[in-house]
């Protein structure tokens, strides 16, 4: 819906233009509310100071013309289009704010061939870097300053062969589609709540508040799987025999309560993820936007960069909250710290500060080989569906 109505406002405004040589801020404001698009003054300043070359604040119709002829795309849907469903990256954490489909995605099913490339590129990244992913959950429960990445990667070889590796993979890979579709659809129904009957899109903290609590929603309904992959990660050779096993095992443990430990720093992390996730996205894409007005459309490395620069800042942020989730998920033992708080407590008392960020390295290593696999796959698979998004 927004983009049929601001490409009338453009052709609107191009019309008006045609007749009157420029048209200025107030008329450009105006146009997109005879539209019901309200736009803020701060808003429309930035659009036409993208047009606008000679610093007069208003636009000439060649001004316009140029804008057309030099933008990202042949068409303007294709120019509104620039930025949305551009990548798609998977680092291991899916926890970010939702993505945003237009109602005409909806109609035609582009949505959820979204999703499934979406699901099959995180299925095959996360497989392809699971053994770092181990490694980064092992130093978050067992590590200390004598437990380097190579020892560990020795001891699992040792312990377990090659294939102990991929421990605690298969459970992570198939949580993803029941939590991307309850994320999904979660957003979709607090968008609309927030809008009502409003038209106009989500501004950047309402998407922010929106994706937050549809994370919340989502990991509450998948997180004993979550509290599973951790156990499976850690585990000796012969410790389960199977899911199954390890679930009747766990719950012996500690009841059903067992399979939430963790589950408040869990929830707590998800905003200064999700939040520095899109507010650094947003920062790198709009800065992009500004200097190259009249450049093509990105290279994909550059919205590989935005996208790796984005998800690495929110995990940086909000590392301290995954660790001490993980340390929660996997120690039942008596007498150890069985609150988010105590965990806190004992780490800064036995390592310090730095042992908050037990793992980081391996979680950092991952990300380079993650992004171009789940970007390369997602591509792939986007298609072969048929998905023209961008």
Not at 193 to 213: F, N
Not at 290 to 309: M, R, S, V
């Amino acid at each position: 819906m927004k983009k049929i109505c601001v490409c009338n406002s453009l052709i609107l405004t191009r019309t008006r233009m045609v007749s009157r040589c420029k048209i200025d801020l107030e008329e450009l404001i105006k146009a997109f509310e005879e539209l019901g698009i309200k736009m803020d003054y701060n808003e429309a300043k930035k659009l036409l100071q993208r047009m606008d070359k000679d610093g007069s604040l208003t636009i000439s119709f060649n001004e316009w013309r140029d804008f057309l002829l030099y933008a990202p795309s042949t068409d303007l849907l294709g120019l509104i289009e620039y930025w949305h469903h551009t990548n798609y990256m998977d680092i291991g954490e899916d926890i970010g704010v939702p993505e945003d489909f237009t109602t005409g995605e909806m109609v035609s099913g582009m949505w959820w061939r979204h999703l499934v490339s979406g699901g099959v590129a995180g299925g095959v990244s996360r497989t392809c870097t699971a053994p770092l992913d181990r490694i980064k959950v092992y130093l978050q429960v067992h590590g200390t300053r004598h437990c380097k990445i190579r020892s560990c990667f020795r001891y699992m070889l040792r312990e377990g062969g090659s294939i102990s590796l991929w421990r605690g993979n298969g459970i992570n890979v198939l949580k993803i589609g029941p939590e991307s579709a309850l994320k999904f659809m979660a957003y979709e129904q607090i968008k609309r709540t927030i809008k009502g009957d409003d038209v106009r899109e989500l501004g950047l903290y309402e998407r922010l508040m929106a994706g937050s609590l549809a994370g919340g929603i989502s990991q509450s309904a998948i997180y004993p799987l979550e509290v599973l992959k951790t156990r499976f990660a850690l585990r000796k050779t012969g410790e389960y025999s199977g899911l199954v096993d390890a679930t009747k095992k766990i719950y012996r443990q500690g009841g059903l309560k067992s399979f939430y430990r963790g589950y408040i720093p869990n929830l707590m992390g998800i905003i200064p993820y999700a939040g520095i996730d899109l507010a650094v996205y947003e920062t790198l894409k709009n800065r992009y936007l500004q200097t190259h007005d009249k450049n093509e459309q990105p290279p994909f490395w550059i919205l590989l960069l935005c996208g790796t620069a984005s998800s690495t800042a929110g995990q940086v942020c909000s590392y301290p909250l995954a660790l001490v989730r993980t340390r929660l998920q996997a120690d039942m033992s008596p007498g150890k710290p069985n609150t988010m708080v105590a965990v806190f407590k004992e780490i800064i008392k036995n390592e310090g500060i730095r042992g908050l960020y037990r793992g980081l390295t391996p979680n950092f290593l991952k990300v380079a080989p993650a992004v171009s696999i789940s970007y390369m796959v997602y591509e792939t698979v986007r298609d072969f569906l048929g998905v023209n998004m961008t």
